[in-house]
């Protein structure tokens, strides 16, 4: 039905930039959310940022100003831009949407497998 396949992910260091991406696959009518949360070891699963379908975004406080979230809706991805990366911001990236695929479930949530982000010198 629906895939979601994170990539971008890697290692760098302190300071340093990655561009994650998220592409939706499958059968799809709409997207109503797309998101970005993260989990480190010991740590529960946390929002990053979100983006809605008006292109409005929300972020959490930590990654204001260092972070952005985008989406093209015609290849229905998501992107996560994070710059000024610290080491505590190491942790498995996660995609999640909303998604209408046209049947009696309605709006469902998906999640990705994951991409790991490794911040260290």
């Known amino acids: 039905q629906v895939q979601l396949v994170e990539s971008g992910g890697g290692s760098v260091q302190p300071g340093g930039s990655l561009r994650l991406s998220c592409a939706a696959s499958?059968?799809?009518?709409?997207?109503?959310?797309m998101g970005w949360y993260r989990q480190a070891p010991g740590n529960q699963r946390e929002l990053v940022a979100v983006?809605?379908?008006?292109?409005?975004?929300n972020y959490a406080d930590s990654v204001k100003g260092r972070f952005t979230i985008s989406r093209d809706n015609a290849k229905n991805t998501v992107y996560l831009q994070m710059n000024n990366l610290k080491p505590e911001e190491t942790a498995v990236y996660y995609c999640?949407?909303?998604?209408?695929?046209?049947?009696?479930?309605?709006?469902?949530?998906?999640w990705g497998q994951g991409t790991q982000v490794t911040v260290s010198s």
């Open positions: 999640n949407a909303d998604i209408f695929s046209g049947g009696v479930r309605g709006r469902v949530n998906y």
């Open positions: 983006i809605n379908s008006g292109a409005m975004t």
């Open positions: 499958g059968t799809i009518f709409s997207i109503y959310i």
